[in-house]
């Protein structure tokens, strides 16, 4: 049987994904590996951009925008987001699964890496020894699990990987607010940069991170798949109703 039509903005869309595509398909494959390989470069400028945050701060108008934008990366910012979608737009209701586990898939994943690369959180170095040189400094043992605490989980941005991901399956539900949704994530990225908790190289392997793991829940692969089929019970059973 034939999927209904959804209408978003006026347009007619096809109700299999719930919105047009956000890319092509090679757009999927290239971002993610463009966000790593600048991560890498980024690796040179890491401590100077660290070290002269440390000393020279934000401006206290900067920082109070990306405070409050800090929330859009946060797990509980994404619970806040669809129980917006849940109250406001039910007829999309449909999607709060899988743009919740878009959020919360990303930043577990980029948890997760923090058990396996120990670094050094940029506010828990002693800037005044002679780090800045060595691109390598900031890094220690591999799998330090949770022995290194807090302060030695810097690597990758888990904010920045969940406001991806969250970015990413809303831009997939409401095409025309891209710029927003895109716009909020980079402001998250920008936020854990001048709060001296990530580094740059953090903030972009997170964000190639939230890529990875949103194409998996809206455009290729097996959860894709599943989330199709699971939204197509539901809306068959909303239909019989």
Not at 180 to 201: D, K, T
Request: glycine residues 10%.
């Amino acid at each position: 049987m034939d999927k209904p039509e959804d209408t978003v903005g006026g347009e007619q869309i096809s109700s299999q994904v719930g919105c047009r595509p956000v890319a092509s398909r090679t757009c999927w494959y290239l971002a993610p590996i463009v966000l790593c390989v600048v991560g890498l470069l980024s690796l040179a400028v890491d401590n100077s951009v660290a070290k002269w945050i440390a000393d020279n701060g934000v401006p206290h108008f900067i920082r109070s925008i990306l405070d409050m934008c800090e929330p859009f990366g946060d797990g509980l910012g994404a619970v806040l987001v669809v129980l917006a979608i849940h109250q406001l737009d039910r007829s999309h209701r449909w999607a709060i699964p899988r743009v919740l586990t878009s959020a919360w898939l990303s930043g577990m994943v980029a948890n997760t890496t923090k058990l396996i690369v120990e670094r050094t959180r940029p506010r828990a170095v002693d800037w005044s020894e002679d780090l800045v040189a060595s691109i390598w400094s900031t890094f220690g043992d591999w799998l330090p699990l949770t022995r290194a605490g807090s302060a030695g989980q810097s690597f990758p941005s888990g904010h920045t990987a969940t406001a991806v991901g969250l970015a990413i399956a809303l831009t997939w539900l409401y095409p025309r607010g891209r710029w927003l949704f895109f716009g909020l994530a980079v402001l998250v990225g920008l936020h854990r940069v001048a709060s001296s908790a990530h580094y740059i190289s953090d903030v972009l392997f997170g964000a190639a991170i939230g890529c990875v793991v949103a194409a998996l829940c809206v455009k290729i692969g097996a959860l894709k798949r599943l989330f199709d089929r699971w939204e197509d019970r539901w809306r068959g059973a909303v239909g019989t109703q």
